[in-house]
């Protein structure tokens, strides 16, 4: 599959994503509906994310073997094409994780609290 089917269908699906959690949004803002997720909603999509992680790891390990063989013909194996080399690709690689390390600092601390605890679920479960 090629880059420009790729990025449309990314764009296609967070397009999709992006309506399914705003068209709700008003009702989910109200006092009576102050979580718009459930614990139990939350922790099947973390597994889905994960499960994704895990397989844009493997698509990731067969990129960079094709992305790291040399820009020039005579020093790359004969069964890969040319590319953009190890050292741009490792450039790459840590501007993308220095992006990540950046971004760890925006989510907030739980302080040792579940997700149960801060989305006081607990106090549901008791009232019944």
């Known amino acids: 599959m090629d880059h420009f089917a790729i990025q449309l269908m990314g764009f296609f699906f967070m397009t999709i994503f992006m309506f399914v959690v ?47 063989e040399s820009t020039y013909p005579k020093k790359t194996d004969a069964s890969y094409p040319t590319s953009i080399g190890i050292r741009y690709i490792l450039i790459i690689l840590a501007v993308v994780h220095a992006l990540g390390l950046s971004f760890t600092f925006l989510v907030p601390e739980p302080n040792g609290q579940s997700f149960k605890e801060m989305s006081g679920e607990n106090e549901e479960e008791r009232e019944l």
């Open 22 to 68: 705003a068209i709700p949004y008003h009702h989910r803002t109200k006092d009576e509906n102050p979580e718009i997720f459930s614990a139990r909603l939350h922790s099947t999509c973390h597994g889905i994310f994960v499960a994704a992680g895990k397989a844009a790891a493997i698509v990731g390990a067969y990129g960079f073997l094709y992305a790291s």
